[in-house]
């Protein structure tokens, strides 16, 4: 079983850089898809940057190609979002979730599925908030 925590979320302004980090609590993490969410107000959860278990496949949602990276180190148990070029719109809950990489085709299928089933495990969120 995997547990995941988010962190480094925060206050910045339009154009601004954040780093969002998921730290995840299991014996390895070699065998997961990790995936970063993001729910605004008001809005359904969606897919934003998904990365294969070993790191070589990642996907990027339409909103935020060009500006997010995401990345992971299994050796640390960590997975990274990197978000550049900040905007209003990007303002939202952030949650890294994880699903067994034989469970899913592509990353890109992970980014799509629903929040509701298929994931063995979310982290609490952690709130971005992009404002000058």
């Known amino acids: 079983q995997v547990q995941l925590v988010e962190s480094g979320g925060g206050l910045v302004q339009p154009g601004g850089s954040l780093r969002l980090s998921c730290a995840a609590f299991v014996s390895t993490l070699d065998y997961y898809a990790i995936g970063w969410f993001r729910q605004a107000p008001g809005k359904e959860r969606e897919g934003v940057s998904c990365?294969?278990?070993?790191?070589?496949?990642?996907y990027n949602g339409d909103s935020v190609k060009g500006r997010f990276t995401i990345s992971r180190d299994n050796a640390k148990k960590m997975v990274y979002l990197q978000m550049n070029s900040l905007k209003p719109e990007d303002t939202a809950v952030y949650y890294c979730a994880a699903v067994m990489d034989s469970h899913i085709t592509t990353v890109q299928t992970m980014c799509e599925m629903s929040p509701r089933n298929g994931f063995d495990a979310w982290g609490q969120g952690t709130l971005v908030t992009v404002s000058s």
């Open positions: 990365i294969s278990s070993s790191g070589g496949r990642t």
